[in-house]
């Protein structure tokens, strides 16, 4: 089951960036996150009904709520469409594959979880083969402001997404199942996007082009409702340092998607990176026997 969720996010999560990319144009972004979660609340409040799952969380997940719909469903994804707008969507994804660093640091600073040297050692092993993939996309952006402060803000998107991941978990070891939380979440940040693009008077119309509402679907249904059910249904099983490690590979099908769609051309050094992203996946699986067994134990 752990298999078969890890694989979903990735490969969900890996070709979601060009659904994103069609989107960027004239809606204003806020405008365009705010309908996603709109629609995946939606959808999500009725799977739940339909599975008669309780709706309604315990008071005591509130506040959890508030915040995983303000990080993760909110101001992650503010982060990354800025980000995506001024730098390279390659030097984005090396920053958000920082996130199972990010999550172990955090998890033990905020959760007392003890660090996983192996996840780390991937993660990292992995984020080098990232660099290596994308280094031409780099060269010319050193001395640029702009991409630099465009690199910092999809940091503060992944930290975003690393505290949305510890709050996840910490409500599914409260037995709360992402179905549920992602319902309410989603709903909150797609409320708070609303009223934050009223307030600076942005139009909520979309583009009723086919491109623009077929990237919408998916974002919504695939991205959304699918990605981050199953994703967050993983940290859950495994843990968020281990299940962060998607965030290093789902780059790999972003180029693949890269190559058939866009032309992309590989390069020695992007196959030497490719080389070290399995590598370190391997690390992070076979040297953490229990990452695909055992579930991990609630903090």
Same mark, same amino acid.
């Given at each position: 089951?752990n298999m078969l969720l890890y694989a979903v996010t990735v490969l969900i999560w890996g070709t979601t960036w %060009? ?35 309780? %709706? ?33 969507? =390659?030097?984005?994804a090396v920053v958000f594959s920082t996130a199972p660093l990010l999550n172990s640091i955090n998890g033990r ?16 092993? =992995? ?25 910092? %803000? ?39 996007? /609303? ?33 981050? /059910? ?28 890269? /190559? ?27 040297? /953490? ?11």
């Amino acid at each position: 089951m752990n298999m078969l969720l890890y694989a979903v996010t990735v490969l969900i999560w890996g070709t979601t960036w %060009i659904a994103i990319k069609w989107q960027l144009g004239s809606v204003p972004p806020p405008v365009s996150i705010a309908w996603r979660f709109w629609i995946a609340a939606l959808v999500l409040f009725a799977l739940l009904r339909l599975m008669r799952r309780p %709706i309604w969380p315990p008071r005591a997940a509130w506040r959890y709520l508030a915040a995983q719909g303000l990080a993760l469903f909110c101001v992650n994804f503010l982060c990354f469409y800025y980000a995506e707008q001024v730098v390279p969507s =390659g030097l984005v994804a090396v920053v958000f594959s920082t996130a199972p660093l990010l999550n172990s640091i955090n998890g033990r600073l905020f959760m007392g979880r003890p660090l996983q040297p192996t996840a780390i050692a991937g993660a990292a092993l =992995g984020l080098v083969g990232i660099v290596c993939l994308f280094v031409q996309q780099m060269a010319g952006h050193l001395g640029d402001h702009t991409a630099w402060f465009g690199l910092a %803000i999809a940091f503060l998107g992944t930290l975003c997404f690393s505290a949305g991941n510890l709050l996840s978990s910490r409500m599914q070891s409260m037995g709360l199942h992402p179905f549920a939380t992602n319902s309410w979440a989603m709903l909150i940040g797609a409320g708070v996007l /609303t009223i934050g693009s009223a307030l600076a008077g942005f139009s909520f119309a979309i583009e009723p082009d086919a491109r623009y509402l077929g990237a919408l679907v998916y974002l919504a249904v695939f991205g959304s409702v699918i990605g981050f /059910t199953a994703y967050l249904m993983l940290v859950g099983r495994i843990g968020p340092e281990r299940a962060a490690y998607c965030t290093v590979l789902f780059p790999i099908v972003a180029l693949a998607a890269s /190559t058939v769609f866009e032309g992309y051309r590989w390069s020695a050094l992007a196959v030497v990176g490719l080389v070290l992203v399995v590598a370190g996946n391997l690390v992070a699986v076979d040297l /953490t026997r229990r990452m695909f067994g055992r579930r991990a134990q609630p903090s």
